[in-house]
T-cell receptor
Framework: EAQVTQNPRYLITVTGKKLTVTCSQNMNHEYMSWYRQDPGLGLRQIYY???????DKGDVPEGYKVSRKEKRNFPLILESPSPNQTSLYFCASSRVGWSNQPQHFGDGTRLSIL | AQSVAQPEDQVNVAEGNPLTVKCTYSVSGNPYLFWYVQYPNRGLQFLLK??????LVKGSYGFEAEFNKSQTSFHLKKPSALVSDSALYFC???????????????FGKGTKLSVIP
């Protein structure tokens, strides 16, 4: 089954404690992206990657890092989380070369930073 | 720059009645337009898209959307609402002239649809 898998689904942690949210897709997609969803703000893009070792900032990249060492994985790293990063996070993927293709989304990771 | 507006935070409709969820967009060139649905504790699921051609696009679960270039709108419709349609709906746009390296989707803020039995 084609899917985007995020882990963990839920995490409560404390300010300053480094964390990583993993994202993996099994569709051999080149494009991967991270979004955060906040009430009243919709989805905002954090970082995206066009292919292995190619990443770029989205609209709200401050406080986040990403890496793309393998095509299937695109982890989101919070080096020093702060309460304003409490949010619902989604990873998505799609093919490159076909910009009319929809993105496939994971089920989300709910982060609470205390 | 590209942007999307969903003017209604919430839409309530009685079961069996037609529903409309509104979306307007702004792009420099020509748009690719998408509708996604989000059920509780789930990710976004693709419903339908407009690329080119027929202005009326049919998608999953009986939904359709009408592209209107002069009004820069892409409203989501369904002839007869079901209680199970209750969810959060997102409109999204991509400018096809935004460059070969850009696959950025810009999302609206979402509209919560409640179908009342």
């Amino acid at each position: 089954e084609a899917q985007v898998t995020q882990n963990p689904r839920y995490l409560i942690t404390v300010t300053g404690k480094k964390l990583t949210v993993t994202c993996s897709q099994n569709m051999n997609h080149e494009y991967m992206s991270w979004y955060r969803q906040d009430p009243g703000l919709g989805l905002r893009q954090i970082y995206y990657s066009m292919n292995v070792e190619v990443t770029d900032k989205g609209d709200v990249p401050e406080g986040y890092k990403v890496s793309r060492k393998e095509k299937r994985n695109f982890p989101l790293i919070l080096e020093s989380p702060s309460p304003n990063q409490t949010s619902l996070y989604f990873c998505a993927s799609s093919r490159v070369g076909w910009s009319n293709q929809p993105q496939h989304f994971g089920d989300g990771t709910r982060l609470s930073i205390l | 720059a590209q942007s999307v507006a969903q003017p209604e935070d919430q839409v309530n409709v009685a079961e069996g009645n037609p529903l409309t969820v509104k979306c307007t967009y702004s792009v420099s060139g020509n748009p690719y337009l998408f509708w996604y649905v989000q059920y509780p504790n789930r990710g976004l699921q693709f419903l339908l898209k407009y690329i080119t051609g027929d202005n009326l696009v049919k998608g999953s679960y009986g939904f359709e959307a009408e592209f209107n270039k002069s009004q820069t709108s892409f409203h989501l419709k369904k002839p007869s609402a079901l209680v199970s349609d209750s969810a959060l709906y997102f409109c999204a746009v991509r400018d096809i002239w935004s460059g070969a390296g850009s696959y950025q989707l810009t999302f609206g803020k979402g509209t919560k649809l409640s179908v009342i039995p």
